[in-house]
C-alpha cells in the first residue's frame, strides 16, 4: 500500500525508529476508518510528532485526514476515550 510506503520512507529519512506494516495501517483504518478529527478522509498521523521524540510504529499512527494533519501540525494533541479531542469531533467527548 502506498500509504505505508511513503511513511516508511518518510521516517527513515528523518531517522525516526520503528516501522509501520500494510498491516498495521489496515488494522488502524478497521479500528477507525475515517479521520478522527473531522470524520472525513483518512491518512496516517503520528501522535507524538517526530519532532517531540515520537516513533514510527503502530503504537504512534492515527487515522486523520491531511487537513486536519496540516492544522495540528507537530502538536500532540488532547485525547478522550481514545479520540483526538477536536472541534470536528462531537464524538470525542461522549
Not at 501522535?47 to 501540525?73: L, P
Amino acid at each position: 500500500m502506498e500509504t505505508a510506503r511513503r511513511s516508511n520512507q518518510y521516517a527513515k529519512r528523518r531517522g525516526v525508529p520503528g516501522h509501520v506494516t500494510l498491516d498495521d495501517v489496515l488494522a488502524m483504518w478497521k479500528r477507525n476508518p475515517q479521520c478522527i478529527g473531522c470524520g472525513v478522509g483518512r491518512g496516517i498521523d503520528h501522535i507524538v510528532a517526530f519532532s517531540d521524540g515520537g516513533t514510527h510504529d503502530a503504537s504512534n499512527i492515527q487515522t486523520m485526514c491531511q487537513s486536519c494533519n496540516s492544522r495540528k501540525g507537530i502538536a500532540t494533541m488532547p485525547r478522550v476515550n481514545g479520540h483526538l479531542v477536536s472541534k470536528g469531533n462531537k464524538d470525542a467527548y461522549s
